[in-house]
Nanobody
């Protein structure tokens, strides 16, 4: 059974860092890209960052550019999200997602087949 499992969430102070890890397993095909989304209380889920497996090209939401870095280990089917200079507005549940065909934009949820259960990130001021 295909699944994505996130880890690395937690609570930090304003300006702190966290590293999220997403491990995929049970795929009957390799995904073409992996991404991180987040959902804050009372808000819609939004795309944070994506990385394309073969090219290594990445893209970010404007709100995290320069602070977050997405990377991957293709052999391990794993994606990482290094989050630095965290701010209280980054508080959310972070989800890992994987897909093979982009429908419209990389941050469209329709572009993703597999989703993790989420890991909570809390940033206090």
């Amino acid at each position: 059974q295909a699944q994505l499992v996130e880890s690395g969430g937690g609570s930090v102070q304003d300006g702190g860092s966290l590293r999220l890890v997403c491990v995929g397993s049970g795929y009957n095909y390799r995904s073409n890209y992996m991404a991180w989304f987040r959902q804050a209380p009372g808000k819609e889920r939004e795309g944070v960052a994506v990385i394309f497996r073969k090219s290594g090209i990445s893209a970010y939401a404007d709100s995290v550019k320069g602070r977050f870095t997405i990377s991957q280990d293709n052999d391990k089917n794993t994606s990482y999200l290094q989050m630095d200079n965290l701010k209280p507005e980054d508080t959310a549940t972070y989800y890992c997602a994987a897909g093979s065909t982009v429908w419209g934009t990389w941050y469209s949820e329709d572009s993703y087949t597999y989703w993790g259960q989420g890991t909570r990130v809390t940033v206090s001021s």
